[in-house]
């Protein structure tokens, strides 16, 4: 099975809106660096499931992705979510990286949460998204 994860970093880093947000590479998975106060994004996958036929796997899989948006203020984070929700909802086509095509059905949306952390002093805006894609 393919990793989607990252397909969709390069495909968010090739949007010039998010990679200028992010300065060019602040997309990280799992979790924030320590540390790390300007604008960046945060991948966590959520679940996976593929999905099959009465006779095999059908090569669809669906994948729920969490995208976390931190930055210093409410509205630098609401632009990185914004967007990363314009980049990403709907799309449907390949997705590239290390010149690896990853074939994308549909994106979708869905739940958002807005939140803030007294730890790091962080706003954050959580995003999910459905991701279904061909895993061969």
Known sequence: MKDIRPAIRSFLLGDPTVSALVGGFRIHNIRLPQGQVDPSLVLN???????YTMKED???SSVRMQCDSWAQTA?????????????LSGYRGPMVANSEAVEVRG???VSELDGYDDVTKLYRL???????????
């Open 45 to 51: 996958r959520v679940s996976e499931t593929a999905d």
């Open 126 to 136: 959580s995003r999910d998204f459905n991701v279904w894609y061909l895993t061969r």
């Open 58 to 60: 059908s090569s669809l």
């Open 75 to 87: 509205d630098q984070a609401n632009d990185l979510a914004s967007a990363t929700r314009d980049r």
């Open 107 to 109: 994106v979708f949306v």
